[in-house]
């Protein structure tokens, strides 16, 4: 079999084990298909098999080499499960791969991010204790040659896959750096990578923690109780998942089943093709709470939204923030051939109340789904259904989770969106600017020396600028040249912190922890009121 038979006839096999697979899981939802329903979906089928071979004969361009992948892997079968929900999806080998790598946390590499502006390579930051770190390879850098070899024309993709690889190989790296004078050589060891879920904790004021969380992957659970566990006299907590989008359902179940009592419900899984499945505490917080403060906005999504409904219905945290994203579908990975797979939808996710996480797609473009929001969720919560906490407070369903007190994020101007666009990017490329003239220490303020060298950096990148447009932002323009100033000279995690005090959002969370320990007085009222009905009743 030639190559190129042999590439069609996998991506065909591929998209047979989705049809498959999709068949299987429809056949348990409606039971035994009748003989006219085979005989269709085969007809289906091998209509599919006519146009395909068609195309592949007699197209005006051969469907050669990675062109035979793409009819299969971005055309037939993402438009097949596009017909069915926002988030069942197909993961070509390379999609796979990466999924994989995000799920357990860790890689073989030197351990820095990296991003592509025009035709340039730059380091935004690498990782604390890695290699990269190690080494001195600062935020700002330009990667000017791998092994020798030039990274012109190189994609951020292609740079990433060439720095990873086996645990104690050598990869040599030279860049380029503001205020040097010739280009900076540096032999890394590459080395398991790990990449937190929890990026940032710290106390952020005496006794009251604050921690973020990143996504939902298999090390989440573990970090986010060895960072409450570590805080000191813990007196409230600020737990912060505005823009988690989610990931592992068993890392949500365990971190509620850490900061719930034993035997409260989770989370509830019901679908058609499987039976339904109840998630509850299992160990339980063995009576250690504290007053928690949930902070969520409008990318909060999946196994985030778990976390906070599980919480908010059982009186354990405040809500604050945005109504959150509203992705309760469950998907399920299957591994098909060629190292691919299929996440499907196989369930609806519910809190303890029995709210629907899942808000409304139909009728709804992708594009209004996910990028204009505005238009795809009702202004209120009218219409959404209505349930009661354990302690009696009215929460809504069907669309996200919304929070007990809003908290409205900093609007922007076009000022500070051109300051932050992809085309400028003033405050990641000011900073190695800076340092390349001047010393900081952890003192540091931007006073008004350094917004006058802001201000001429801008004028020499050709952004326009005014004295009116510093005004109102002034704050917030000082709060992103500290951070990415902090990250060159002292690490990623004071760049973090850095942002995270002056952050208003993050400050007004922590304004209501007060709230947060009345709701965990109710909490406790209601858990000693049950037990003490269960006693009555044996």
């Not at 770190?133 to 190189?154: C, L, Q």
């Not at 599980?310 to 109504?323: K, M, N, S």
């Not at 959150?324 to 299957?334: A, H, R």
């Not at 912190?497 to 209501?512: E, N």
């Amino acid at each position: 079999m030639s190559p190129r038979a042999r590439r069609a006839f996998f991506s065909l096999v591929v998209f047979f084990s989705v049809c498959a697979m999709a068949g299987t899981l429809l056949q348990r939802k409606v039971g035994a298909q009748s003989a006219a329903d085979e005989s269709q979906l085969r007809d289906s089928l091998k209509a599919f098999t006519n146009v395909y071979a068609l195309v592949e004969q007699n197209y005006a361009e051969p469907i050669t080499g990675d062109k035979a992948d793409t009819v299969i892997y971005d055309g037939a079968i993402p438009g097949m499960l596009r017909t069915l929900d926002p988030h069942s999806s197909f993961h070509d080998p390379k999609d796979f791969a990466k999924m994989r790598e995000d799920q357990r946390g860790r890689y073989y590499g030197v351990g820095m991010v990296i991003q592509q502006q025009l035709t340039k390579i730059y380091v935004v930051t690498p990782y604390e204790g890695t290699p990269s770190f190690r080494a001195g390879v600062h935020p700002g850098d330009i990667i000017a040659t791998i092994d020798g070899k030039s990274t012109e024309g190189m994609t951020s993709d292609f740079v990433a896959k060439t720095l990873k690889g086996p645990k104690g190989t050598k990869v040599s790296i030279t860049t380029i750096r503001e205020g040097q004078s010739k280009p900076l050589s540096f032999d890394l060891i590459r080395d398991e990578i790990p990449h937190p879920s929890v990026d940032l904790k710290y106390e952020i004021r005496p006794g009251i923690g604050y921690l973020h969380l990143t996504n939902f992957q298999e090390t989440t659970a573990r970090e986010v109780e060895e960072a409450v566990d570590g805080f000191p006299n813990l007196k409230g907590l600020v737990f912060d998942m505005r823009g988690n989008p989610g990931g592992m359902l068993s890392q949500a179940v365990e971190i509620c089943d850490h900061l719930l009592s034993k035997g409260q419900t989770i989370v509830s899984q019901r679908g058609r093709a499987y039976p339904d499945q109840v998630y509850t505490a299992t160990h339980g917080n063995s009576g250690h709470t504290f007053p928690i403060v949930v902070l969520v906005n409008r990318n909060t999504a999946s196994a985030a939204e778990i976390v906070s409904g599980a919480l908010q219905d059982h009186d354990r945290a405040l809500i604050v923030g945005e109504t959150t994203f509203g992705k309760g579908l469950v998907q399920t990975v299957y591994n098909l051939s060629e190292n691919t797979g299929l996440a499907l939808t196989t369930y609806h996710y519910y809190t303890p109340s029995g709210r629907l996480i899942q808000r409304d797609y139909k009728g709804v473009s992708l594009y209004n789904y996910y990028y204009n929001r505005a238009n795809a969720l009702p202004a209120d919560n009218t219409n959404k259904e209505v349930k009661m906490t354990d302690g009696g407070r009215t929460v809504y369903g069907g669309g996200g989770i919304t929070p007990d007190e809003k908290i409205e994020p900093p609007k922007s101007n076009h000022f500070m969106d051109t300051l932050l666009s992809p085309l400028h990017d003033s405050f990641f490329h000011f900073a190695p600017h800076y340092l390349a003239t001047h010393t900081v220490n952890a003192d540091f303020k931007v006073d008004d020396a350094v917004i006058a060298d802001f201000k001429q950096f801008l004028t020499s990148q050709n952004v326009e600028w005014t004295n009116e447009d510093f005004v109102g932002p002034m704050d917030w323009i000082k709060a992103n040249i500290k951070a990415k100033i902090f990250t060159i000279q002292f690490g990623q995690l004071q760049g973090l912190r850095t942002q995270a005090d002056w952050d208003p959002m993050i400050q007004k969370a922590v304004t209501y922890i007060p709230e947060a320990q009345s709701l965990e007085d109710t909490a406790h009222k209601v858990l000693a009121q049950k037990a003490e009905a269960r006693l009555n009743v044996n």
